[in-house]
């Protein structure tokens, strides 16, 4: 179970000293480039000026998620090391690996959501796909099939891509990532042809005309690439690819320091500066207290246990 209970501890307890009184490291489980990188760049920036203490980024890829996440588990529960990810490394990729070195739901406790973003299909204008039909009228044409990169096996991007499949009756053939970016980049350069990505990693390139943008994840269309057609109004109608990003502390982490932590974060979440500068690279601001990210992660967490069952994918 979440640590729901860390919550649930006497009001009485106290900051451990001021937080924070030393710099502050934020572990981003991809490389630089990413959404996740991105977003705790802009974080970093905002909590150094709140805090008078330097919040530092530091990039741990690998695993798909994994090696930053465990990083993080196994610190010091002083909240001098966090980490903010998105919901792929905490929901999906744990269900995916036989070997986990840390408890996915135990290990780590929840300190609030920065942000929620859709998913974009893009390609590299070589293939001369332009539309969803496009996509699958190619993939059943070919023998060799259509190759698809993501951020690792059991993340959100191999997730979506195997739910799509089942859902257009084609096969791709997967290529995984230690990330992102790294994975974007040999899309751009026409190494592989597929990739969905979230908007804020792809836009530079759509906006440059090095990637073409065949659809977007959300259920409505977005004002940064208004042109761009949903994947549920391309014939997939209900079809929803999006992802969400949160800040999460080790477990032992005194009470008292998460809510300060996610007092913090929502200031943020909820200023002007913070919404606009998301806003340019295709992301909306998300806020939520410790509590109901627990909750969420939860629930995501059963409902994606039973999307793995039914698409049978195999364990790593």
Not at 26 to 32: A, K, R
Not at 179 to 207: C, H, N, R, W, Y
Not at 212 to 218: E, K, L, Q
Request: with cysteine.
């Amino acid at each position: 179970m979440i640590c729901l209970l860390a919550f649930a501890q006497e009001a009485f307890a106290e900051l451990p000293s001021e937080f924070p009184t030393k710099p502050v490291k934020l572990i981003v489980p991809y490389g630089p480039g990413g959404a996740v990188d991105i977003t705790a760049r802009i974080l970093a920036k905002d909590l150094s000026s709140m805090w008078g203490q330097q919040v530092v980024v530091e990039n741990k890829p690998g695993a798909a998620g994994m090696i930053a996440a465990n990083t993080v588990a196994k610190s010091s529960p002083d909240a001098y090391t966090l980490l903010i990810t998105d919901d792929g490394v905490l929901i999906s990729m744990p269900q995916i690996q036989k070997n986990m070195p840390y408890d996915p739901l135990g290990d780590l406790l929840s300190i609030g959501m920065v942000c929620m973003f859709p998913y974009v299909i893009v390609t590299n204008p070589k293939t001369n796909i332009k539309t969803m039909n496009d996509l699958v009228s190619v993939a059943k044409g070919s023998q060799k099939g259509l190759d698809y990169a993501t951020n690792g096996v059991g993340s959100t991007h191999h997730l979506t891509w195997e739910s799509f499949q089942k859902t257009a009756g084609i096969k791709l053939n997967h290529i995984p990532y230690k990330g992102a970016a790294a994975a974007l980049q040999d899309v751009v350069a026409g190494e592989v042809s597929l990739m969905i990505v979230a908007v804020s990693t792809a836009l530079p390139f759509i906006k440059d005309g090095r990637l073409v943008p065949i659809a977007i994840g959300s259920l409505e269309r977005l004002s940064s690439i208004a042109n761009v057609p949903t994947i549920s109004e391309s014939g997939y109608p209900g079809f929803e690819a999006i992802a969400w990003q949160g800040v999460l502390a080790p477990k032992g982490t005194p009470p008292a320091l998460i809510e300060k932590i996610s007092n913090d974060l929502r200031k943020i979440t909820q200023s002007a500066s913070y919404k606009e500068a998301l806003i340019l690279r295709g992301t909306e601001s998300r806020t939520s207290s410790a509590l109901e990210m627990s909750r969420r992660i939860k629930v995501e967490f059963d409902k994606t246990s039973s999307l793995i069952k039914s698409l049978n994918i195999q364990l790593e």
